[in-house]
Each structure stands twice: as structure tokens, then as C-alpha cells.
């Protein structure tokens, strides 16, 4: 069955520190989908990432990167440099084909950036 | 411009009075999906829709109802509400061209059941 666990339910950072947000899956599809989404207190959801199963490329952009290592079922954010604008709470998503996609949410990740 | 849109964005009601909450969307997506946001346990799928006439239950669909007679809309029917359901709720539609696409998020629609 699916499962994402994000095992961080809070982290405070200084600002300009780097943080890094774990993500770990369970699928057992070959074939799969992982997000990350921002919700910033103002309550939208925000996409940031797509990866699908087949791409193990790390992503960078700007102060973001995502690595994803299938050996391990993971699929981390690391914010370098945070800033104050960086908190909100950040959702790892799995999506799988079982005739149609169902997704399924990690529990969030709350990050607070203390200037 | 391209968004989803969902109506009320608030609501409180009472044990047992149906209601809907409507979804729209205007990116012409196939995909719809609800969400119901609870603390501590993130988003959970209520139900998704692949297509127009296509729906499937999600993780949580127990107590709701779903319809999709048009592409861009998916109503979330409640037909007997209760105070467990009481919750932030999310639509959300993609494409699936290619395989799960990036997910457009609603503003919310806060529920409460007294």
C-alpha cells in the first residue's frame, strides 16, 4: 500500500541556515509520481516539485533542491539559505496509477524561519 | 485566468442537513480530486476523478458523494453530515497527460457540523 512519512512534524531554523525536509515513500508500483507542496500561512497549496519514478535526477532551483534516492524511498527537500518567506508547512506527495492516480500526503512538515 | 474556484468558502451547519460544495475548474483538466486537511494528518483523499463520469474513492470517502457530469466541474455532496467531518476541505485538478500531473489547488471551503 502507499505511504509517505514525514517523520518532522516541526523545525525552527535562523534564518540563512540551510534545512533539509525528509520524505520517505512506500509503493510497490514501479511506476510512480512524487511532489512537494508549499502552504504558507495564508492557507493556498503551492506546487514546487514533480518527479516521476524513472528520473533520479536532483533538482535545483535557486535556494531549492530535491534529491531523490529510490534505493533508500526518499525524495528530500533542502531549503539553502532560508529565509523568513520559507515558512509555511511542506507536504511530500506520492501519486500511483491503480486505475486512476490516487495520492497520498505525508503528514506535513511545519518550518519556522526566525529572522 | 486559470484557477479553481470552490464554493462556500465557509460553512457551518448542523448534524444531518445535506450539503454540496462546488468545484470548478478552468484549465480544461481531466483530473478533479477532493482533499479534506486535518492537523496533524496532513491532506487525505476523499475521492478523485479521472475523467467525466469516471470517480473513484480515495483513502477517506466514507459520508461523502461525488459527481462528475462535466469535465470542469466536481461537486462534494455531504448528504448527512456529522461533526467528525468537520474539516478544510481542497479541489484540486491536474492533467494526467503523461502521468500524474502537478495538482491546482482551490482556496478551501472550511466546514463545520454543530
Known amino acids: 500500500a502507499q505511504k509517505v512519512t514525514q517523520a518532522q512534524t516541526e523545525i525552527s531554523v535562523v534564518e540563512k541556515e540551510d534545512v533539509t525536509l525528509d520524505c520517505v515513500y512506500e509503493?510497490?508500483?514501479?511506476?510512480?509520481?512524487l511532489f512537494w507542496y508549499k502552504q504558507p500561512p495564508s492557507g493556498e497549496l503551492v506546487f514546487l516539485i514533480r518527479r516521476n519514478s524513472f528520473d533520479e535526477q536532483n533538482e535545483i532551483s535557486g535556494r531549492y533542491s530535491w534529491n531523490f534516492q529510490k534505493s533508500t524511498s526518499s525524495f528530500n527537500f533542502t531549503i539553502t539559505a532560508s529565509q523568513v518567506v520559507d515558512s509555511a508547512v511542506y507536504f511530500c506527495a506520492l501519486s500511483e496509477y491503480t486505475g486512476g492516480f490516487k495520492t497520498i500526503f505525508g503528514a506535513g512538515t511545519r518550518l519556522f524561519v526566525k529572522a | 485566468e486559470a484557477q479553481v474556484t470552490q464554493n462556500p468558502r465557509y460553512l457551518i451547519t448542523v448534524t444531518g442537513k445535506k450539503l454540496t460544495v462546488t468545484c470548478s475548474q478552468n484549465m480544461n483538466h481531466e483530473y478533479m480530486s477532493w482533499y479534506r486537511q486535518d492537523p496533524g494528518l496532513g491532506l487525505r483523499q476523499i475521492y478523485y476523478s479521472m475523467n467525466v463520469e469516471v470517480t473513484d474513492k480515495g483513502d477517506v470517502p466514507e459520508g461523502y458523494k461525488v459527481s462528475r457530469k462535466e469535465k470542469r466541474n466536481f461537486p462534494l455532496i455531504l448528504e448527512s453530515p456529522s461533526p467528525n467531518q468537520t474539516s478544510l476541505y481542497f479541489c484540486?485538478?491536474?492533467?494526467?497527460?503523461?502521468?500524474?500531473?502537478?495538482?491546482?489547488f482551490g482556496p478551501g471551503t472550511r466546514l463545520t457540523v454543530l
Open positions: 509503493t510497490r508500483d514501479t511506476t510512480y509520481y
Open positions: 484540486a485538478s491536474s492533467l494526467v497527460v503523461g502521468g500524474a500531473g502537478e495538482q491546482f
